[in-house]
DNA sequence: TAAGTTACAAACTATGGTTGTTGTAAGTTA
DNA sequence: TAACTTACAACAACCATAGTTTGTAACTTA
């Protein structure tokens, strides 16, 4: 009975794309939901068929690129056979560097994103969830390897990644786009990861 | 000849004081030069005799804050017969209290120096690279103490400063007013202590 | 009945004129 | 002549209102 033809799912993807392109030409707080609906060749009122309000379409934006991140994080946790610490860096650099490309090549997106990381949005809490999930199962991987040494993985992640913070915080990785912060970010890991490595509980 | 009374520096240092009451009082982004004055007793423009324009008094504002915090950090840094990694605790927790206690009971001034976090007035440079040659005392006592190994104290106080930038950044010391954070600021300095003890150049 | 429309009220934003603030130049006083 | 004043121009904040945009309700169609 659609008169687009499209499925939900592809009608919500399409709208996501358009707000997209919209953010990037005019800016992401200028972002018109008529513009957007013209896209689609749809009237505005259908996108609140598949979007709340338009938060919620600006917000499937971050979302998206969210789980973009958690995806290609979790590849590398997956990765068999590669040393644990190998892997925490791959995955630190990874996130440093997701983030740097973002702000570079991306920056009005970015600056949603940037707005969210304090707001209390289920999707961005179901995202750092994830992270904490991943880098709680690094962290047993390097202890079971004789890697690190400690009874509390959990607190381990959370020293690992509040130690990182300088290198994936929005405002701290805008702050420094012009300086190679990775030789950095491998020491600042370093240090952490010899001293977990003694005994820490 | 002042009809003050007042020499410059009594004036200047009455002028700050009169701009954090306005600031306290309406918000520091609707401070009026009008107003400071009137509080002086003086005209508007006799300000512009002391302070180049309105944003030089309000960093002035911002400027004497951060020479408090470089001074009270200074005061540990001299202590003697002390653990040098105690001091540097005690250091590092000292700069993160007077962030924390800034944002909970004047946050109108703190917001006036998170704005500042990135910019790049020569008196926050000035703080910047007196808080660095602090950290970097601390670290050549603690390696001359053997309680540290390693080549190049500066770079191992940037990676201490990188590390544990959670605690001290504008952004993230407002993100977690509620929260104890001190009991994780001591695990992340220590787990990179020891790793910075063992050899790491 | 899910996917859409049109039509309309409420909320927001852009505009332009008015008032208030900032910065400067020329003048005043101890 | 240093510390200040008054007077004024340039600029920014404020406020009313006209114009858009957002969100909703009642209606249409495959």
Chains 1, 2 share one sequence.
């Not at 994080?73 to 040393?83: F, M, P, S, V």
Request: aromatic share 4%.
């Amino acid at each position: 009975m659609p008169r687009t033809g499209l499925t939900a799912a592809e009608i919500k993807k399409k709208a996501i794309d358009a707000t997209v392109a919209a953010m990037r030409e005019e800016g992401f707080d200028k972002v018109r939901l008529t513009d957007v609906a013209k896209q689609l060749g749809v009237s505005h009122a259908a996108l609140y068929l598949h979007f709340k309000d338009k938060t919620a379409l600006l917000d499937a934006v971050s979302e998206r690129w969210l789980v973009e991140i958690d995806e290609s994080l979790d590849a590398i946790c997956r990765k068999q056979g590669k040393e644990p610490t190998e892997k925490m860096l791959a995955w630190m650099l990874t996130l440093h560097r997701a983030k740097r490309a973002k702000v570079l090549h991306d920056p009005e997106l970015y600056k949603s994103f940037d707005l969210l990381a304090n707001a209390q949005k289920p999707y961005v809490q179901q995202h750092m969830s994830t992270l904490m999930a991943q880098l709680v199962g690094l962290v047993r991987e390097a202890i079971a390897a004789r890697r690190l040494r400690g009874a509390d993985p959990d607190k381990m992640a959370e020293i690992l990644w509040e130690g990182m913070m300088a290198f994936h915080h929005p405002k701290l990785v805008a702050q420094h786009l012009d300086e190679k912060r990775e030789p950095l970010l491998r020491l600042v890991l370093e240090s952490m990861l010899k001293g977990l490595a003694l005994k820490t509980d």
